[in-house]
């Protein structure tokens, strides 16, 4: 059923944001709190997020999952930012996207006294923003347990650059 709803919510535009590029928009999920809140319930419901220390959300829709996720689970929130966006000592990682590239960063006291992670955002396509993120954490002796995604762009194979677990609410 929430599947059923998702995809009856979820808007597809095609060339955006550009050409050839299908773009999944999961904002009207946020219109509907019926579902948002079906939705977030269907998510922490996983298993990935049981040994969980911390949900990392991802810049910039990831917040919203995520921040609703740590909340939820009474967990600390991890804010994976965009160039520029974040203060003090970072580590930073480059990736390729479906239509460029770009970095993301985390503050280096924010993960200090953590070690095991759960990713969280909004769309796993080819699985370079993921993969940079948990890069970061690996390189700082880190574990990911897991990533959880509203949508998965399954013909793009982002889930087999992981070697950690994904949870889908809904595959396209």
Known sequence: MLEKNLKNT????????KKGILFRDILPVFQN???FNKLIESMIDKKIYRK???ILAIDARGFLFGSVIAYKL????ILARKPGKLPGKLSTYKYDLEYGSNSLSLQDDSIRNLDNFVIVD???ATGGTVNS????????????LGLSVVVELKDLNGRSKLNFPVESEIIY
Request: no cysteine; proline share 12%; glycine share 0%.
């Open 133 to 144: 993120v948990s890069k970061i954490l690996k390189d700082k002796d880190k574990n990911v």
């Open 52 to 54: 969980s220390e911390a």
């Open 33 to 35: 709190p019926s579902i």
């Open 10 to 17: 979820i808007k597809s535009y095609p060339d955006f944001p």
């Open 122 to 124: 909004d769309l796993l």
């Open 74 to 77: 009474s967990k600390p929130l």
